[in-house]
């Protein structure tokens, strides 16, 4: 019997109460999807490479859409607005509500990369989001919200 291998891809998914196409309600609970996501990213000291998200419609058909993004990242932020951007291509497509929304991180590597010359605008949010954890693994998941949190 082999141990289990290290994590090809990490996701979270969350099914809603009543189908929705509420633009606001949906980026709303993809932000929290992505924090989480993000946060086991960096629990887990990787860094992803592929960003896709997953709608299933209130006829329980299911799509995936899914981007590369030039440079592996574990910043919420990063990863939020790669996402945002596959949900807003898709909404503007199919105008059919949706019963549920998830977000997958894949192509992982480890945490070693390139240090930036200065210190970029992803490099705050990265030093935002290790705070934020600090407080909620001190704390709990509820400690601490974001404006995006709902």
């Keep these: 019997m082999e141990a289990p291998g290290e994590a090809k891809s990490i996701s979270q998914q969350l099914t809603f109460a009543r189908d929705t196409l509420d633009r606001d309600f949906l980026e709303a609970n993809l932000h929290n999807l992505c924090q989480e996501v993000c946060q086991d990213l960096r629990s887990q000291n990787k860094r992803a490479k592929c960003v896709a998200i997953k709608l299933r419609y209130a006829d329980f058909k299911t799509i995936t859409r899914q981007v590369t993004l030039q440079e592996a990242s574990d910043v919420t932020q990063v990863i939020f607005a790669r996402a945002q951007q596959l949900l807003s291509k898709t909404l503007t497509k199919q105008e059919k509500p949706i019963r549920l ?19 970029s605008k992803v490099a705050k949010f990265g030093h935002l989001d290790q705070a934020v954890d600090k407080i909620r693994k001190k704390y709990g998941p509820t400690a601490i919200k974001t404006g995006d949190d709902i």
Excluded: A, N, T, Y
């Design 101 to 119: 929304i998830g977000i997958r991180v894949s192509s992982l590597v480890g945490e070693e990369k390139q240090l930036p010359m200065f210190d």
